[in-house]
């Protein structure tokens, strides 16, 4: 390792981003309602063009293959599995951005605060991916949880929204005391905030019983903080009340760091303790699974489905890393990054259609959605065949990793318990799609598709899942290469 401010040029990601959000800010004070330079026609080019040179600049810095770095007296650490996570937050986190200007036009609430909130939330994610120290862990992820409370009760006309916002604040913060709390066990046990210290000093025989009991707080905060039963009271509420731009940010970049941030401190600082932390993970999976797949039988809302579904595909991810292998840190890469673009296809369609300020919120609203958007349909329909594991499809090679990682390890009845949820879970995937193209209804509502934006986003996303079909192994390698810098960091 190498610690000195010569590696300055790591942080040019969140430099460059607070110098925007601090312009922003201050154009959004000063100008917002001026009619020769609203913010309208401003905000979402120049946050994208300023996300895109953030990647470029990050990938021009970049040298850090094989090389594990540190900066500020080891606060903040870069390797190429943190920097990989960085790059890929500002890739999505730019076109999410891009693409929901339209949708926040129709719906009336397209504010300067919006893009400032989002970016101070992203600036935190990115902080969150290089810590190395207890504190800093803290202070970031209370920063991109305070942006997150804001966005989702950011329409703050609708009861819905509130009530999201409401209970999202609440139970982040019981979250985040469990994760003070096991944080503080941590530093009682060691002495030191420092991740490598607190993982060489935490064996020690005379602070086993604190440290074990700090290391369970803290998972079960991150437990709380991905959505993971019985931890998911929120997520549902959190989904349906938020802006559907929101949802999509919520569903897609968060969740990717957290699982990060799980992996790190599971096969990283607490390896020792895996006796610990695997059947915690199991247990919550099993569950995660068995609700995300069950509760969604009774839902009549989409967005409500999505939030089952997410609970569902989160329990499949911790099964992974219940396993405790090297073969479970490639599930997880591999299954998190394509769940992210699947979430990101299928959060797509929902915003192409909306039609007179409103999108087709229940299901029945999508009946016989195949005789007015065809395409469309066949879109929606191949990424929840994908979602639902259905082979030859990305989803399909994702559980079957995570179930491949369980029968490395001799988790048999785990992997079989898990398969069979998962075939139960397929039901409502099937459903929606049967809704599609078979059921015929006077609440269903045309679809419309008119931003060229969405549509070439939409594209891209859907060909990176499917096209998989063709090169499978490179990806895997990729994964495979993924994880092993991970491991040899």
């Given at each position: 390792?190498?610690?000195?401010?010569?590696?300055?040029?790591?942080?040019?990601?969140?430099?460059?981003?607070?110098v925007f959000l601090l312009v922003s800010l201050s154009f959004g004070v000063y100008y917002s309602t001026s009619k020769n330079y609203g913010l309208l026609s401003l905000s979402a080019p120049n946050i994208f063009f300023t996300a895109f040179m953030t990647i470029l600049v990050f990938f021009v810095s970049f040298d850090t293959i094989g090389l594990t770095y540190t900066s500020f007296n080891d606060v903040l650490v870069f390797d190429p599995y943190t920097c990989f996570f960085q790059g890929f937050i500002l890739l999505v986190s730019s076109t999410i951005l891009a693409i929901s200007k339209n949708f926040l036009l129709t719906r009336g609430v397209f504010l300067y605060e919006y893009s400032a909130i989002t970016l101070l939330s992203i600036i935190g994610l990115l902080f969150l991916c290089s810590s190395s120290n207890i504190l800093m862990l803290f202070l970031v992820i209370e920063l991109q949880s305070l942006a997150f409370y804001l966005l989702a009760s950011?329409?703050?006309n609708s009861e819905y929204a509130t009530e999201a916002g409401i209970k999202y604040f609440i139970l982040g913060s019981f979250s985040s005391c469990l994760l003070l709390f096991g944080f503080s066990l941590l530093y009682l046990s060691s002495g030191s905030s420092s991740f490598e210290v607190i993982q060489n000093l935490a064996t020690s025989p005379a602070f086993l019983d604190t440290t074990s009991i700090g290391i369970l707080f803290c998972f079960t905060a991150f437990l709380f903080k991905v959505g993971a039963s019985p931890f998911h009271m929120w997520l549902t509420d959190v989904y349906e009340g938020s802006l559907t731009s929101v949802t999509l940010f919520f569903a897609a970049v968060p969740k990717l760091i957290l699982f990060y941030l799980l992996i790190k401190f599971s096969f990283v600082i607490f390896l020792d303790y895996q006796h610990l932390w695997s059947p915690l993970f199991l247990v919550t999976g099993l569950l995660s699974i068995g609700i995300g797949s069950i509760a969604a039988f009774a839902q009549k809302k989409l967005k409500r489905l999505l939030a089952f579904s997410a609970i569902s595909h989160t329990g499949f991810i911790l099964l992974a890393l219940s396993s405790g292998s090297a073969l479970a840190i490639k599930a997880c890469s591999f299954y998190?990054?394509?769940?992210?673009?699947?979430?990101?296809?299928?959060?797509?369609?929902?915003?192409?259609?909306?039609?007179h300020a409103s999108f087709l919120k229940y299901l029945v609203n999508w009946s016989y959605s195949s005789k007015r958007n065809f395409v469309l349909t066949m879109t929606f329909s191949l990424i929840?065949?994908?979602?639902?594991?259905?082979?030859?499809?990305?989803?399909?090679y994702s559980k079957l990793l995570v179930f491949l990682s369980l029968i490395s390890e001799q988790q048999i009845i785990a992997a079989l318990i898990g398969a069979l949820l998962s075939c139960v879970g397929c039901f409502y995937y099937i459903r929606l799609i049967k809704i599609f193209f078979f059921c015929s209804s006077d609440k269903g509502t045309w679809i419309y598709s008119n931003d060229r934006s969405l549509e070439i986003c939409l594209v891209i996303s859907t060909l990176f899942v499917t096209l998989f079909l063709l090169r499978p192994d490179s990806v895997l390698l990729n994964s495979v290469l993924l994880s092993s810098s991970f491991i040899t960091s």
């Open positions: 390792m190498y610690s000195s401010f010569e590696n300055f040029s790591f942080v040019y990601n969140e430099i460059l981003l607070s950011f329409q703050w998190m990054i394509f769940y992210a673009f699947m979430t990101f296809s299928v959060f797509s369609i929902i915003l192409l259609s909306i039609n929840l065949f994908s979602l639902a594991g259905i082979p030859p499809l990305t989803g399909f």
